[in-house]
Structure formats: structure tokens, C-alpha cells
């Protein structure tokens, strides 16, 4: 019998993984120093405790020749020298027999690290509970079940014993026998690429297994009436479509364009093994979104957001397929995308022991045996899965560093499904709607476009973004009092996004219908809270509705934070010269000459920074005008228009200044 056997070549899993507890949780691996007849009983008790399996995670490791402390190994290994390790697997095998009923272990002699060593693999029994002496080296010792906990091996007591007797003769449906299908059903390519990924030295150059050894030593197969037959988890993970023999075992991805009445957009469905379902699935998912970057100012760095966070959408992905039943409901794992979220439901429910408050942030999942113990363990070696108890935490880390709202977990009272939300990033919900209306204002659905943004607002009213464009899309089809609606409903929220963004695009409207006076009316509401850009498109406006007071009360708070930038000191130069221009009482003459020296001050900076040579030749013709008033000497003011035309040479504006002036000088 492959159990009671001694594997001299070859590990069905990958033994620097292994020791390192890499993919292999703490609480199923022991390490002993040596061998005596104290650590015999010991490890006599463990391999009991493993092959009991409580929490169905498939039995554990016994690792002779290596100390530990703290549980971590202490590397490199003391190793085995001195004994026979062929007396030691003899001592092993004849001492199992005394656990009831018999279980024997597989034994595996290597070296690591050039130290001789024996692994011990003790998989989770079909036959549990059983019972081991409390101290094999004792005759008469008594006889007591017992399980893990934790790190340790414990006798298993009250409210334990229960749960142990609980699972009497109870296989986990992934490990079960398959009497309706062959092993020829089982693909020995799937099963040499697994081995391949694990890095497994069963297909490693020079290896010879042929399928058959590959599939005892993974035990994929089982012995029933003098042939054998593969185990469920063989067709889960090594046929190529496990829904011919489990109904439902695949993923189906369906996109709405809104709620659950929208239209669907697409449907997806994904089969194949279950590696393979999980991969084609995140794939798909993955390019469905894309990566927000925003420059963030007074940051060197940019910041970075996706619409979902890969690690939580992996986690909730890999616990749908790891955690569902394969006998029944007939239902596959279901992920709707709508715009405002992502749901992934399985079925059925989570086992029993677990209550919705489990999942609520901050909680502490309880310890409850898993649905599948053999499917956690082939993703984990894989990398696809982590320890238990931690994928509903990873996946509030990694929403909270997003900076996406928290998930949400639930399942009715039946426990018939089990449900993960995931909100979408509220800017790539903005991003959806945006789209969406953009789309259907293109191809001449204005009415739908509106309402799409509508909708979209009622649901996030502080997005700046969404009020924006609904302001926008609302001039353009006539209805200006939703515009102005749309406008009061922002201004009433507490926190905003883009809270000048609204205002501006109002303001820019109105004067493009010349309605001035509202527009200056709004743009007296802008939020003090805004970004320079905002401050400065606000600026520009306000000149537009000749409001030179406040444009350049603006251009100024603007120039202050950056007086670098040419485009804001060229604009606040121009200001300067319109308040100038409105200057005519005799009164006024020194605030009209102070006004002038600035911008003729600014304007010199602006060409000393300015890197576009339309925007200098600009500058250059304004500061001619400006000197020209200033009565600077003919030569200087002659030399700045001059300047002006090498850049623009054909601007008749520049022209007809320049004209001016000498006709002025000439006369």
C-alpha cells in the first residue's frame, strides 16, 4: 500500500518550500532535532494528530534532523548522522501499527544542505478518528485521540473531542473517491506542469516516474476493488473540464452597464482546471480596469489607484473556488461587475461555526474545519492561496491602501451563498459614468446622457467631476435650471472632490452666452479650498467678464505659489495693464504708473522663463505696449516690438501696434 512505503526518490512537493514554511502553514509542520525513544512518542502522537485532521488542511509533517525554536528551523540542519535512517523508518512503520484503527504515514529519507534528514508526510485520514498510546515506550500506556493546535499536538478533550467525533468516517469531498469516472480522465500533462511549477524534483532532468507512480505520489488516485480510481481533486485540478464531472465547477463574469436592471454589457465564462479557471478569470478582470495616476502637488511622487486591488480580487477569487461546494448546488462561482462594485458569490454557504459578525473589520475569524482540505493545499503549493485566516484581513488591507471603501461579506440565513462586495475606487466609478455618458451624448442619446449622469450623481453628489459634466451636458441640451440645480446640490455636501470644478465650468457657459452677471455671481461662490490650476482658470474667467479687481486679487494668491510660471505671471501682467487702462482721473496717475512698472516687471521675468515661443512673443508685445505708455525711450520700446515680430512674424495685431507706434513718433 502506497501509505506504508518508504519514497527513496522524488517529493511530490518542494522540500526547500517545505522547511522554510514557504506555502506550508506552521501548524503542519513539527521539527525534531534527533531521535530518541522520548521524540518517538512524540512524533507517534503528532502523526496521530495529523492523520485526525480537525480542521481538514490535510495532515501535516514530521521533519527528523532539524531543531527548531519558536517553531522556525535552525538552519543549517543538525541532520540525522550517526543513526540508520533505514532502522529509524522500520521503528516508524512497526510503531504506527499500534495506532487504532492502523494508520501508516510516507516516508521520504533525504539530504539538506548535505545533512541526512527524514520527512514524515502524514495526509488526513478516510478512516478518523484515531487513537495513539500517550507514550508508545510504555507498556499498557493508554490509548487517546488526539489532534492539533496551533503549533502543538494536544489530547483532544471536551468541547475538541467533540469535533473530532463529529467527523467519524467523514472524507472531505475533494478527497473522495470518484467511482463514475477512470483515471484515464486524468491529464499526465497537467499533472507534470504542476509538479514543474512547485518545483518538484519528481520532474526534474533525469527523473523517471511514468504517470501511474506521478499520480500515487501525488494521491490522486485510489485503490477500490483490486483497481483504482482518481480522487475529486484529481479531476478538479488535472482534467481539463471538471464541470463534465461537478456541475458548476467553472466562473462566470458578467458586466452591467448599471444595477441589476441595466444592460448586460458582456459575459464571460471560464473553464479548465482550477489554477487555470482563477488565472484566465483574474486576467480578464484585471484588463477590464487600468491605473488611475494623479500628480499630487507639493510631491515629487505621483499617486497610483486601480478600480480594484489585484491581491483583493486574487483573495476573494481564490477563496470563492477554494471554499464552494463541488457536490451541489449545480451553481458556478459568479462575479457580476456593476458600475459601483464587484460581487463574487459561491455556493453554498461558509460551514458551520461561522457567523456574518466574523466578518465584520477587526474580527477574528474563528478555527473551523475547511469544505476542502485537499484544494487549499494544491493553491497554496501553487501560490495562489495563503494561510488560513488571513485572506478576509488581506483583502481589507489592500482596499484600505487603495483607497477604496471597505468590503463588504454576507450570506443568508440558510447558508446557501456566500457573497464578497467589493466597491470600485469612487474615481473610477466617476470614470465609468463619464464614459458612459460620453458615449451616449456621441452618438446622439443627449436625453440618456443626462439621465445616466444623473443618476450617477444622486449616488455620488460630491463628485466635482460628475457636477461638472452634468452642468455641461445640461447647457448643451437647454436645460440650464438642471444646471443650476445640479450646482446647489454639490455646494450642500461637506466634503467635495474637484470642489472648484462645478463653479468654473458654470462660470465658463454663461459668459459664453454673455450672461456675465451670473457668471461673476458664481464665480464669487468658488471654494477656498481649490488647487492653483483652479485659481488660475478662475482668474482668466473673471477677465473675461472684465472683473480685472478680482482677477487680479486671484492672479496674485496664484503668484505667490508659484512665481515661476510663466503663463501666471504673463496673465497677471496683462491684468495689471487692464486695471491701468480703466485708470483716467488725473487722480489716478501714480496707482496708473505704479501699475504699469509691475507688469513691465512681470513681463521681463516671464520672458526670462518662458520655454514657448508663442507665449514669449506675447510677452514681448505687451511689454512694448507697456514701455510705450511708460514713455521709455524710442530705441527700447522700438526693440521689443521687433522682438515680438521675430517670433509671430505675420500676427497682425503685432503688426498694427508696431504701425502705430512709429506713426505716433513720426507725427
Known amino acids: 500500500m502506497l501509505a506504508a512505503a518508504t519514497m527513496k526518490d522524488g517529493l511530490p512537493f518542494n522540500l526547500d518550500d517545505l522547511i522554510n514554511m514557504r506555502v506550508f502553514e506552521s501548524n503542519r509542520i513539527d521539527f525534531k532535532a534527533t531521535w530518541d525513544k522520548p521524540i518517538k512518542a512524540a512524533v507517534i502522537r503528532t502523526i496521530c494528530a495529523f492523520s485526525n485532521d480537525l480542521l481538514n488542511l490535510n495532515g501535516g509533517y514530521v521533519v527528523l534532523g532539524i531543531e527548531e525554536n519558536h517553531g522556525m528551523p535552525i538552519l543549517p540542519p543538525r541532520g540525522l548522522e550517526g543513526f540508520n535512517l533505514e532502522s529509524i523508518q522500520k521503528e516508524i512503520r512497526g510503531t504506527c501499527k499500534r495506532i487504532k484503527p492502523e494508520y501508516q504515514p510516507i516516508l521520504f529519507p533525504v539530504h539538506y544542505q548535505g545533512k541526512p534528514i527524514l520527512i514524515i508526510m502524514a495526509p488526513g485520514s478516510e478512516n478518523r478518528p484515531h487513537q495513539a498510546p500517550d507514550d508508545v515506550n510504555q507498556k499498557g500506556s493508554t490509548y487517546e485521540y488526539y489532534v492539533r493546535q496551533g503549533p502543538e499536538t494536544v489530547e483532544a478533550k471536551w468541547e475538541l473531542l467533540t469535533q473530532l467525533l463529529e467527523l467519524a468516517a467523514k472524507t472531505p469531498f475533494d478527497d473522495r473517491r470518484n467511482l463514475e469516472a477512470k483515471v484515464e480522465n486524468l491529464s499526465p500533462i497537467l499533472v507534470r506542469r504542476y509538479l514543474h ?356 486679487h486671484l492672479f496674485a494668491e496664484a503668484y505667490t505659489i508659484n512665481p515661476d510660471d510663466p503663463k501666471i505671471i504673463h496673465e497677471f501682467a496683462q491684468t495689471k495693464m487692464k486695471l491701468a487702462q480703466n485708470l483716467w482721473k488725473k487722480s489716478h496717475i501714480d496707482a496708473k504708473k505704479r501699475l504699469n512698472r509691475e507688469a513691465a516687471e512681470l513681463l521681463r521675468r516671464a520672458i526670462q522663463l518662458a520655454e514657448d515661443p508663442v507665449r514669449e512673443g506675447w510677452c514681448w508685445f505687451d511689454l512694448a505696449r507697456t514701455l510705450d505708455w511708460l514713455r521709455a525711450p524710442y530705441s527700447e520700446v522700438e526693440a521689443a516690438y521687433q522682438k515680438a515680430l521675430s517670433f509671430i512674424h505675420d500676427e497682425p495685431r503685432f503688426l498694427e501696434g508696431y504701425k502705430k507706434f512709429k506713426n505716433k513718433v513720426r507725427k
Open 197 to 552: 511549477d512547485i518545483r518538484s524534483d519528481l520532474v526534474a532532468d533525469g527523473a523517471r516516474f511514468d504517470d501511474r507512480d506521478l499520480y500515487q505520489r501525488l494521491r490522486l488516485v485510489a485503490p477500490i476493488n483490486a483497481h483504482e480510481v482518481p480522487r475529486n481533486i484529481g479531476l478538479l485540478f488535472f482534467n481539463e473540464d471538471p464541470d463534465q464531472f461537478f456541475s458548476g465547477a467553472r466562473i462566470e463574469v458578467v458586466q452591467f452597464g448599471d444595477d441589476a436592471d441595466g444592460d448586460l454589457i458582456e459575459e464571460r465564462t471560464f473553464r479548465g482546471p482550477l489554477p487555470q479557471q482563477i488565472r484566465n478569470t483574474l486576467e480578464y478582470l484585471n484588463s477590464l480596469g487600468g491605473t488611475l495616476i494623479q500628480k499630487i502637488r507639493g510631491q515629487a511622487e505621483i499617486e497610483r489607484t486601480v478600480p480594484y486591488p489585484y491581491e483583493a480580487m486574487e483573495e476573494a477569487i481564490v477563496n470563492a473556488v477554494y471554499h464552494r461546494g463541488y457536490d451541489g448546488p449545480p451553481e458556478p462561482v459568479k462575479v457580476y461587475l456593476y458600475p459601483d462594485r464587484m460581487e463574487i458569490t459561491s455556493y453554498p454557504g461558509p460551514v458551520a461555526g461561522l457567523q456574518n459578525k466574523h466578518f465584520e473589520p477587526d474580527q477574528n475569524i474563528p478555527q473551523v474545519p475547511a469544505r476542502n482540505r485537499r484544494i487549499g493545499e494544491f493553491l497554496k503549493e501553487l501560490r495562489l492561496a495563503e494561510a488560513r485566516g488571513t485572506g478576509i484581513p488581506k483583502i481589507q488591507r489592500k482596499m484600505r491602501e487603495n483607497g477604496s471603501p471597505a468590503a463588504q461579506f454576507d450570506f443568508d440565513e440558510h447558508r446557501t451563498y456566500f457573497r464578497v462586495i467589493l466597491p470600485v475606487h469612487p474615481r473610477y466609478q466617476v470614470l465609468h459614468a463619464l464614459r458612459e455618458a460620453a458615449h451616449l451624448w456621441a452618438v446622439g442619446e443627449k436625453a440618456n446622457a443626462i439621465s445616466h449622469l444623473e443618476r450617477a450623481f444622486e449616488r455620488q453628489p460630491s463628485s466635482g467631476a460628475l457636477a461638472s459634466q452634468l452642468i455641461e451636458y445640461s447647457f448643451g441640451f437647454g436645460k440650464s435650471e438642471l444646471a443650476y440645480k445640479t450646482l446647489s446640490k454639490f455646494e450642500e455636501q461637506l466634503v467635495k472632490s474637484e470642489p472648484s470644478h462645478p463653479y468654473l465650468t458654470m462660470a465658463r457657459l454663461l459668459i459664453d452666452r454673455s450672461r456675465v452677471k451670473e457668471a461673476n455671481e458664481v464665480l464669487g461662490r468658488i471654494p477656498l479650498s481649490r488647487t492653483i490650476n483652479d485659481t488660475v482658470e478662475a482668474a482668466i474667467l473673471m477677465k473675461k467678464t472684465n472683473d480685472y479687481a478680482g482677477a487680479h
